[in-house]
C-alpha cells in the first residue's frame, strides 16, 4: 500500500507543478514561510503574508482522504489570499498508514491552536 501511496502523491505532485507553472499569474508568486509547528516531520505551516498588517486569518486544511495530499500542493491558495489581502495559514499534517486519524485530527487541531497564539 504505501507503493502506491508514493506513485499517487509523486503523480499528483507533477501534475500540480504543471498547472501551478502554466496557470498561475506571476504577480501571484508569493513567496512562504515554512513554521513548524511540531516536532513531526509534516507539523509544518506554510504561511503566506499580505504587505498589509492586521488582517484576518485563513487556516487552509488540504484533503486527500487523510492519505494522500500535502500542503505543498496547495501553495497557489495561500498565495490568492495573501494577494487578497488576507493571511493564509497551510497545514501540513501526518497522513495513513504513518498515522491514525486520530494523530491527523490532533496535528490539526495543534496546528490551529499554534496559529490562534
Same mark, same amino acid.
Given at each position: 500500500r504505501n507503493h502506491a501511496k508514493a506513485a499517487a502523491n509523486s503523480?499528483?505532485? +507533477?501534475?500540480?507543478? %504543471?498547472?501551478?507553472?502554466a496557470l498561475q499569474p506571476r504577480y501571484l508568486r508569493m513567496k512562504r514561510v515554512r513554521v513548524p509547528y511540531g516536532t513531526g516531520a509534516k507539523q509544518v505551516?506554510? %504561511?503566506?503574508?499580505?504587505s498589509?498588517?492586521?488582517v484576518p486569518v485563513i487556516v487552509f486544511v488540504h484533503g486527500g482522504i487523510?492519505? %494522500?495530499?500535502? =500542503?505543498? !500542493?496547495?501553495r497557489a491558495v495561500g498565495q490568492r489570499l495573501a494577494y487578497e489581502g488576507f493571511a493564509c495559514a497551510v497545514v501540513g499534517y501526518s497522513t495513513w498508514p504513518e498515522s491514525t486519524a486520530k494523530q491527523q485530527v490532533d496535528d490539526v487541531v !495543534?496546528?490551529?491552536? +499554534?496559529?490562534? =497564539?
Open positions: 503523480v499528483a505532485d +507533477f501534475g500540480v507543478l %504543471l498547472l501551478r507553472m505551516i506554510d %504561511l503566506f503574508l499580505p498589509c498588517v492586521n487523510w492519505t %494522500l495530499g500535502s =500542503r505543498w !500542493q496547495h !495543534q496546528a490551529v491552536s +499554534f496559529v490562534a =497564539r
